[in-house]
Nanobody, 116 residues
Framework: QVQLVESGGGLVQAGGSLRLSCAVS????????MGWYRQAPGKQRELVAR??????TNYADSAKGRFTISRDNGNLAYLQMNSLKPEDTAVYYC???????????WGQGTQVTVSS
């Protein structure tokens, strides 16, 4: 059974930084993609950043230049968030897409709150 566990959220002042981590347990196909999504109150969940097992990344326009996604050993992913803004406040979810099973896996989410 695949499980994703996020950590690293919290309260930070505008302009500050946070680093989110996502640990994957269970058996996954070696070719996959991991991503970070976020959902603010009253809004739809949106992609923040994504990285494939081959290291290809893509970012939402709102994240470009401020956020960096990375992964380590295939089962750990990180989101370094710098120059945080109040509009970055949301629950951040880790996602893994297994290209063999074509299944999406989600973490439970971690709250990020940026005060002005």
């Amino acid at each position: 059974q695949v499980q994703l566990v996020e950590s690293g959220g919290g309260l930070v002042q505008a302009g500050g930084s946070l680093r989110l981590s996502c640990a994957v347990s269970g058996t996954i196909f070696s070719i996959n993609a991991m991503g970070w999504y976020r959902q603010a109150p009253g809004k739809q969940r949106e992609l923040v950043a994504r990285i494939t097992s081959g290291g290809i990344t893509n970012y939402a326009d709102s994240a470009k230049g401020r956020f960096t996604i990375s992964r380590d050993n295939g089962n750990l992913a990180y989101l370094q968030m710098n120059s945080l803004k109040p509009e970055d406040t949301a629950v951040y979810y880790c996602n893994l897409y297994d290209t063999y099973s074509r299944h999406d896996y989600w973490g439970q989410g971690t709250q990020v709150t940026v005060s002005s």
